[in-house]
């Protein structure tokens, strides 16, 4: 199965003719890959400026957050449902910077279902914020993983990808991307962890990617050797010499 390169623009770019320049370079080399998927989430005001009429097979579009509410009276919010009909199919919940600014594991969930009843695949981010020698950073994840994801629609959990991004890793405050070695081993624990909730079918299927200072340089040893499916990617989503890179070293990977 090919690889899921996430490119999550956060807050960027600050143009429209900015984002229509950045798809574009990207755009490029994406449709040109023959097993990776390329999933672009740009700032949802940029989603119907960036989305073609027709759909194509190798790129897709996700927004970076939606509304938990489903009452119609929340200013300034925007809805899994218009994220869906603006034309993405993906939905990135509950990053560490949105988590950062008071979202809890119980609004996770409630996005994580709106988003799946709206048609969208929800790339759920989780991670923890300190890596501790006894591994009780895994009892954490384990918890992340029961209070975002605990007793969904068993029908849900085949729609659902997990983004491994320990916050220490992430962002220019980071002290650096994790090693390929700590993510196979904890990809492992997160597939465990879901298939107590899922089934062990399910487990087998997710897909879970590794996010957190994603650069040409390390990309290829969380995809070979780390055996993520794929990888959430921040900063060098932002500069297209670097995401081609990046996009063409997971295409190349069996
Ligand atoms: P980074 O961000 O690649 O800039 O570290 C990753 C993320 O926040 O998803």
Known sequence: MGKFIVANWKMNPASPREAKLLA??????????????????????????????RPTKKIFWGGQDACAGV?????????AKMIKNI?????????????????????????VQLAVKAGLKPIICIGEEKRDAHGDYLSFLRGQ??????DLKKSY?????????PIWAIGTEAHGADTPDNFLHNALF??????????????????????GSVNVKNAEGFLKDGRADGLLVGRESLVPDQFKQILQIADKIK
């Open 87 to 111: 034309g993405a199919d993906y939905l990135i919940v509950g990053h560490s910077e949105r988590r950062r600014a008071g979202e809890t594991d119980k609004v996770v969930r409630e996005k």
């Open 190 to 211: 997160i597939r465990k962890v879901f298939a107590g909730l899922a089934g062990n079918e399910l487990a087998l299927a997710l897909p879970v990617l590794y996010g």
């Open 145 to 150: 993983i029961g209070a975002c994801l605990g």
């Open 71 to 79: 009452n119609e009276a929340e200013t300034g919010a925007i809805s």
């Open 24 to 53: 574009l370079a990207l755009k490029k080399t994406a449709s040109k890959l023959t097993k990776t998927r390329t999933i672009i989430c740009p700032p949802a005001l940029y989603l119907s400026l960036l989305i073609p009429p």
């Open 157 to 165: 959990y085949s729609e659902i990808m997990i983004a491994y991004e």
